[in-house]
């Protein structure tokens, strides 16, 4: 398994894969960390629409 991730990274073929699929990765980390830490102040903002609605 490592064999096969080391000739993948060596090949220039599929870095532009490797590091696409990074960067899509990161974006998602991101996109979670940002659900986590402002999902409870999002709540609180709808729920008071809700509540003057």
């Not at 402002?38 to 709808?46: I, S, Y």
Request: net charge positive.
């Amino acid at each position: 398994m490592f064999v096969y991730f080391r000739n993948l990274l060596l090949n220039k073929k599929a870095q532009g894969m490797v590091e696409y699929v990074l960067l899509v990765g990161l974006i998602a980390l991101v996109v979670i960390a940002v659900v986590v830490l402002l999902g409870p102040a999002l709540a609180a903002r709808f729920q008071g629409i809700v509540n003057s609605i």
